[in-house]
């Protein structure tokens, strides 16, 4: 694939349950404490090297962020970086798969007083 393709959440759900899916979350530690995709590894953008990206043989990789936008740019870098793992974007990012009412981890509630 040399290609970033977009998928809509219940494409990427329909994905993670029927293949091998490396599941990528680009967003920074505090939006991926507070909810992420369980599963989901976090490589932050603001740290991001394609370089150091995990190749997992016959995987199929999607890309997380906020609404999709960060997620294309990392897709981008890793396209002119030569990663030949199929590529795809979760198109909306979290806000599209949480408004479609698929399950996230989220953080505890502070009980603290």
Known sequence: MTELADLKPQEV???????????VDVREMSEYSAKHIKGSLLLPM??????DFPILKGAKVVLICALGKRSVAAGKQ???EGVSLPLYNLQGGIK?????????????EDYSI
């Open 13 to 23: 759900l329909e994905l993670i349950e029927s293949d091998n899916v490396l599941l």
């Open 46 to 51: 603001s740290v991001f090297d394609p370089e």
């Open 78 to 80: 890793l396209l002119q």
């Open 96 to 108: 599209a798969w949480e408004e479609a009412g698929l399950p996230l981890v989220l953080a505890p």
